[in-house]
């Protein structure tokens, strides 16, 4: 599939590409290890739970001899990891930061246990377990003796509800709130950040703060600290679901709320850990770029192409149909299969959804005669090259996810949603890039394939909303997967023009990455 001469144009683009992804990596890593600079950090077990701490470097920074703590709580389908940007900053300005995982999340090893939809159920053992992680926190010989507690989305209910059980919490932070449990007089000292693109998020900080004002509005304190009146609501501008745990203004919020509920506003700010997001997305960056002059070493497997080189008119059925039948096929599936919140059912769903798409085209290739290309195919090279992609795509993107973003790490209770995952994914990514890959397909059709996945997953949580609710959060992880696996899928095709070679770098990175961020639950 390799054309005969790529001409000194393509091979200046290449270089360029080369240099510059490289640049960016470089650049990227400088930047975010420089937000590690004057802290130390400590991780610890508490029994099955992974706990880090963050401390100023006391040599260069601070000079008291106990530190205010601030306990750190990751949302669904999170870890400390993904608190990281937080955690640096409150170090970086005088605070003893805790951050730890869940049960059932991260690399804790112990599965969630209760009923994830019951306060009285999950909910309750995730307070308990909060109150241990608090006790440790302020056991350490640098803490002081009251403490501040931060959460996120899933957390944000969590340290709501904690807060009333813990006289000790002398401030509370929230990020992306949603709990029914906030009160007038409930959290003291509370902030409540969303980022601007939140949608009801941002209603929600704007309604606990009018529990203590007629006519709230952003960026207003209202109260006072030395009461615990003081409440404030916050919209990090840009900003979604995730993308506000990074932004400058969640942190420079942050940190000034917790100075004031401890007494130290005037200490000035340090802002070494404000644009980690922006290193983040410099490294992926840097990684995606590099991965297109790369993947030019790629040897070809192929020749000619092979691929099911559908018209428009013999793509649009094989596209649809599996959209529509899978979530039919698969409503009354469990939501807990394998004991993964949704994580078992998304895994069926990618292998039901990419059996039908195989027999699509097994049909339309018996009753409209078409005729794939079918080159011969040079099987030692086809598999090193697809091992050589695969690490790649699959082995440095979750190395940089795991350093840099959130837990990457499989822990043994995982390995069954694993070997299913990477099962469905495998039978999915196959039967598509098999549809979508040709000499002649039709432009978009990569594209059209991928939409209509993402509106199956839609169907399937508008006929088991209750259930498979928490499919919509995992959205935010699927689409730029396929966004950066659709491109690195497509120059993996070029170079190698076979699409076993293309499929399985995808396979093995949605697979991997949706068995480790699905929480486990016990039973």
């Not at 090893?109 to 209760?114: A, F, I």
């Not at 995992?474 to 190698?496: E, H, M, Q």
């Not at 023009?497 to 929480?519: I, N, Y």
Request: charged share 15%; with cysteine; aromatic share 10%.
């Amino acid at each position: 599939m390799k054309p005969a001469n790529s001409g000194p144009l393509k091979s200046i683009w290449t270089s360029l590409a080369l240099l510059v992804g490289a640049l960016l990596i470089a650049l990227s890593l400088f930047w975010l290890e420089r937000a590690h600079q004057g802290v130390i950090t400590e991780k610890v077990w508490l029994d099955s739970t992974p706990v880090t701490i963050f401390r100023p470097d006391r040599s260069r920074s601070v000079d008291r001899e106990s530190l205010p703590v601030v306990l750190i709580s990751h949302g669904f389908a999170g870890s400390q990891q993904l608190m990281a940007s937080l955690a640096y900053s409150l170090a970086h300005n005088g605070f003893l930061a805790v951050t730890f995982d869940y049960f059932g999340h991260g690399r804790n090893l112990e599965p969630l246990s209760g009923d994830v939809t019951d306060v009285e159920g999950a909910t309750q053992v995730l307070l308990d377990q909060t109150r241990k992680v608090a006790d440790f926190a302020l056991a350490q010989p640098d803490a002081g003796s009251d403490v501040a507690i931060l959460g996120h989305s899933m957390a944000s209910d969590i340290i709501v509800r904690y807060v009333k059980t813990d006289p000790r919490i002398v401030a509370t932070v929230a990020v992306s709130l949603f709990s029914p449990a906030v009160t007038a007089e409930s959290p003291e000292n509370f902030l409540v950040i969303a980022g601007n693109l939140e949608g009801f998020l941002k209603d929600e900080a704007l309604r606990v703060v009018g529990l203590v004002s007629d006519a709230p509005e952003v960026e207003t304190t209202y109260g006072r600290f030395d009461d615990g009146s003081a409440r404030r609501a916050v919209f990090a501008p840009g900003v979604e679901h995730v993308g506000v745990l990074y932004s400058p203004t969640t942190l420079r919020e942050t940190v000034g709320w917790l100075k004031s509920s401890f007494g130290l506003t005037a200490e000035p700010y340090v802002d070494r850990a404000d644009n980690r997001g922006w290193g983040i997305l410099l490294l992926f960056s840097g990684l995606v770029i590099l991965a297109w002059p790369l993947s030019k070493c790629l040897p070809n497997t192929v020749l000619p192409a092979r691929g099911f080189n559908p018209s428009w008119r013999q793509l649009l059925p094989a596209a649809l149909l599996p959209a529509v039948a899978t979530p039919l096929v698969l409503v009354a599936f469990p939501a807990d299969f394998l004991g993964a919140l949704v994580g078992g059912y998304l895994a069926v769903h990618f292998g039901v959804y990419g059996a039908l798409t195989a027999a699509c085209c097994v049909w339309l290739r018996r009753r409209r005669g078409i005729t794939p290309s079918n080159g011969a195919r040079k099987s030692a090279l086809a598999l090193l090259a697809a091992l050589a992609a695969t690490l790649y795509a699959a082995g440095f993107f979750g190395l940089a996810m795991d350093r840099y973003v959130t837990s990457f790490a499989i822990t043994e209770p995982r390995l069954p949603l694993l070997a299913l995952m990477l099962g469905g994914t495998s039978i999915y990514f196959l039967a598509d890039e098999w549809l979508t890959r040709g000499t002649n397909v039709p432009r978009g059709a990569h594209l059209l394939t991928r939409i209509c996945f993402l509106l199956s997953l839609g169907l399937a949580v508008a006929l088991s909303f209750e259930d498979l609710f928490f499919l919509l959060i995992i959205a935010v992880v699927i689409i730029p997967y396929f966004l950066i696996y659709g491109l690195i899928s497509g120059w993996v095709y070029r170079a190698t023009g076979d699409p076993l070679v293309s499929a399985l770098p995808s396979a093995v990175a949605f697979g991997w990455a949706l068995a480790v961020v699905f929480p486990q639950l016990s039973g």
